[in-house]
Each structure stands twice: as C-alpha cells, then as structure tokens.
C-alpha cells in the first residue's frame, strides 16, 4: 500500500508543477491577504503581538481553503474520478494521498507567510520557531483533514464550490482559534499550561479528523 | 425612554418567549402545510387508483 | 384495517393534547411559580427556555449523527427520515437558544454577543446545521443526499463535546452552575421535560411526514403499486 500511496502522492505533486493550477493562486491570495491585514493592523506593538497569530491562521485558512476545493477538481474536470475510483486502490488510500498532498500545499502557503507576517508586522514569529513550527504542522494536519474530506463531500455533487467554505469553516473554527492562541502565546513566550492545553487541543482535533477522514472517505466518494 | 427602561427586564422576558412562540408556530404551520400538500397528493393518487381498479383487477 | 378504527385517532388526539397541556402547564410555571431573581429581574426567566432549547439543540445534533451513521451502514431511507427531521428541529432549536441566549446576554452583560467559548462553539455548533440544511437542498438524488448529510453530521457531531465542556475546560463567561434556589430548579427541570416532550413530538410528526412524502413521490414516480399491498396505505395516509 505505501508504494501505491506513493505513486498517487507523487502523481498529484508532479501534475501540480506542471500545470500550475492552485499553487499560485493560493500563494497569491494568501500575500494579498496577509498584505491586507498588515496595513490594517496599525498598532503598537504590543497589540499587534496580540492579534498577529489571529491573522496569520486567517490569512492560512483563507488561502489554504483554495487549495483544498481543488484537491478534487482535477479528477472532476478531467473526467477521472472513474479511473480514479477503479483502480485497485482502497478508498482510504485516496484519502491518505490527498491529505499528504494538501498538507504538504498548506505548509508551502505558511512557508510564504509565516516569515511574510514577520516581516511586514516586526512581530518576533521567528525568533524562536520551534513551538510555531509545531503549533503550525498540527493545524495544517487537522485544516487538511477535515479539508480533504468535506472536498470530496462537495466535489462529487453538482454543487458549487463555494459550499466547501460553508462546510470547513465551522468544522475548522476550534482548530484556528486553538492554532492563533498557541501562536500567540508563543510569541509572548508563555509556555505555561494554557499553551499545552492549546497544543494537546490541536492535536487531539487532528486525530480525530484524520480518523474521521479515513472511516468516512469511502462513503464519500462511491457512487 | 423611561418605561422602556423601567420594564426593560420584563420586556426582555416577554420579546424572548414570543420570538419562541412565533418562531415554532411557524414551524408548524409549516409542517400543516405539509400536511395538506400530501393529503392531496394521497387523494389525487387515490382516485387515479380507483379508476385504475377495474383494469387491474382484470389484469390480476 | 386496524389503522382506521377510530380508537387510534382518539388516542392520537389525547397525546396531542397531553402535550399541548405540558407546554401549557410549563410556561405557568415559568411565570408564576418561579421567583424573580433580585439582579436581573423577570429577564431571568429566559433561562429557563433557553436551557431546555439549548440541550434540545445538542440532542437532535448527536441523534442526526447517529442516524445517520445507521444509514450509511444499512442503507435504509427510513434512518434518513430521522436524520431529516432531527435536522430541521435541531436547527430550530439552536437557533432559538442562541437567540434567547443573546437576548439573556443583553439583560445580564449589557451586549448582545461576545466570542466566549461556550457561545463560540455553540455558533460553530449553528453553523454546521445550516451548512447540512443548505447541503441537502441542493441534491436531488435521496440517496446522495442521505450519504453526505451523514458525514457532515458525524463531522459536525465533534463539536457536541466541546460545546458541553466548553464552560470547564475554557475560561469563559458564560454561566457554569450559577447559583438557583430550589423553587428555580424545579421549574427549570419542569421546563426541560415538558418542552423536551413537546419537541420530540414535533419530531416525530416530522418523520412521519417525511416517511409518507417519500412513499407517495415513490408512487407518483413509479407508477402504483400492485392491488393487494395498498389495501392499508390510502386510508393510513389519509388518517395523517
């Protein structure tokens, strides 16, 4: 199974740096918004060390929520959810793929704005990356998770893609609230018990989607 | 102004059960619309059956 | 045909007016027999119909959810009626709490919102109905429609735990176990039962609605069913 997850991780990957399709898009809007947000935060510093994280995880989920309707939409448009589907795969290998597919896009889009926010608000993200890194990898797993999944619950309907917003949001909401408050308090350097409730929460979030994802995915794509 | 600050506790109490009220009275209505909807269409079917009687008893 | 003796409907209208007697008998409650508390005045006793809409709204997401997993595992439309109807009432339900809730704030705090985390998560909690609601509307095929309501139940249904905990495991404002004298507990816990009654009633009602929808769209699309196994259905339909 991991040579077969390998090849359809690989696959999707690899269509993606030749046709270019979401990537840019997504990088795009994810520097248009955090370019926004940035003139708009015109405070002092303190209190823009207090709403930075806030910010930041909008601007991922924003951007990241481009990428995560169009994990399906090549399959759709091209007409290759029947290949797809009757290739001896099982239905959570799919799953698996795609959510290393989307996982990997969201960590490019914070590879891009993580150090864009530092820069642009003089806020220390990067001061000491450890804890954002790890706070931002299990927000990107459980964003991915529950992306994935409700993608595939849109995408083989004939309903537009803006119900994936409708759809991921409120699944999503504890995992970026948990996510700005972890960076946030990293920021501020307290790695009290709150910040471990905050992480433990993530955590916990992107487990269950992940599992979530995995029992339900089959449903999701028969037809 | 003043009444209004007066009572505004029991105004509160009062504005709160009537959005409830109205808002279930309408649920229901709705669901008795429903009602009647399907009953026509049960009565509808129901005579298309009878005048189908005839033929399918032969038929059986 | 046992279902037309008039017996069935005397006892159906009974029910009816058990119910219609406990609604009846839980708002005189809440007017008259529970005291007014000192601070906030008659505008407390929102709290008594928020409450018991606010745990109906929970309840109704939970069994969706688990109908919903019963469907995806049997297949079988008639778990997708309760899935259905559970929906409906459910989003009536929270609807309504955050509303009363909001209006409750505003008597209490003096604002109508604040993005505490019980009151977030019941939001996120909202959100999820109305995003099944508008999901369903736009499949035609009842089956399709069955399966993704399903998911995004069982997806929506993890956010049930954390709206119930969200007062203990997070700071908040919103009240945890505020202090009531017993005369307050008995009528929040008349209020509870009695309108809990009342909505499972409706959703009941609900799912039968739906159940006969289903079975005479089957019939109009279908054509009719063979002569002998409709001898009970018109007049069962027609009894409502």
């Known amino acids: 199974m991991v040579k077969k997850l390998y090849w359809m991780i690989s696959k999707d990957l690899l269509s993606e740096c030749r046709s270019l399709r979401v990537w840019p898009a997504m990088l795009l809007l994810g520097v248009v918004v955090a370019l926004m947000f940035a003139m708009q935060a015109d405070l002092p510093p303190e209190r823009l060390r207090q709403i930075v994280g806030g910010l930041l995880w909008l601007t991922i989920f ?7 309707d169009r ?44 150090p864009l926010f530092a820069i642009l608000t003089d806020v220390p993200l990067l001061a000491h990356p450890g804890p954002i890194v790890a706070v931002a990898v299990l927000g990107n797993l459980g964003i991915a998770a529950a992306g994935t999944l409700l993608a595939a619950v849109v995408n083989t309907g004939r309903q537009s ?63 | 102004m003043k009444e209004i600050e007066r009572n505004y506790p029991m105004l509160t109490f009062v504005t709160a059960y009537l959005i409830v009220w109205f808002a279930v009275l309408a649920y229901m209505l709705r669901l008795g619309g429903e009602q009647r909807r399907l009953r026509r269409t049960a ?6 059956f009878d005048k189908q009687r005839p033929a399918r008893q032969r038929a059986a | 045909m046992p279902e037309t003796a008039s017996g069935r409907g005397f006892v159906g209208y009974l ?6 007697v406990m609604v009846a008998a839980a708002i005189a409650a809440i007017c008259l027999l529970a005291p007014t508390e000192e601070t906030m005045g008659d505008a407390q006793r929102i709290v008594y119909i928020h409450v018991a809409v606010a745990w109906m709204g929970l309840a109704c997401f ?6 919903g997993g019963i469907y995806l595992a049997r297949r079988d439309l008639a778990w997708d009626h309760w899935s259905r109807a559970a929906l409906e009432i459910g989003w009536l339900c929270c609807s309504l709490t955050l509303i009363t809730g909001s209006l409750w704030a505003h008597a209490a705090w003096n604002t109508w919102w604040t993005w505490d985390p019980r009151l977030t998560t019941a939001f996120v909690l909202w959100a999820m109905y109305s995003a099944a609601l508008v999901l369903r509307s736009g499949v035609d095929d009842p089956h399709r429609q069955a399966r993704m ?3 995004v139940a069982i997806v929506g249904a993890l956010d049930v735990p954390l709206v119930v905990m969200a007062t203990r495991w997070f700071r908040g404002v919103h009240p ?11 009528v929040l816990g008349i209020s509870v039962v009695c309108f809990t009654v009342f909505f499972t009633t409706l959703l009941l009602l609900r799912r039968s609605q739906l159940r006969i929808a289903d079975m005479l769209e089957d019939m109009e699309c279908g054509g009719l069913p063979p002569l002998s196994e409709t001898a009970g259905d018109f007049p069962r339909v027609l009894e409502g």
């Open chain 1, 62 to 68: 924003f951007a990241g929520t481009l990428a995560l």
């Open chain 1, 71 to 114: 994990s399906f939409a090549a399959e759709r448009e091209d007409g290759c959810w029947e290949g797809l589907l009757s290739y001896p795969v099982s239905p959570t290998c799919v799953y698996l793929a795609k959510l290393a597919v989307n996982v990997v896009a969201l960590a490019a889009l914070e590879c891009v704005l993580i």
């Open chain 1, 161 to 223: 893609s803006y119900l994936l917003s409708l759809l991921v949001l409120p699944a999503v909401v504890p995992l970026v609230l948990g996510a700005a408050e972890a960076t946030r308090l990293a920021v501020e350097h307290d790695f009290g018990p709150s910040w471990w409730r905050w992480v433990q929460l993530l955590a916990a979030f992107a487990i269950i989607f992940i599992t979530a994802g995995i029992v339900l995915f089959e449903y999701a794509v028969e037809e």
């Open chain 2, 43 to 48: 009565e509808a079917l129901r005579e298309q």
């Open chain 3, 15 to 20: 029910g009816y007016a058990a119910v219609a």
């Open chain 3, 62 to 67: 939970i069994f969706m959810a688990v109908a």
């Open chain 3, 149 to 151: 309501g399903a998911i």
């Open chain 3, 176 to 186: 945890q176990s505020p202090h009531m004298e017993p005369a307050m507990r008995v």
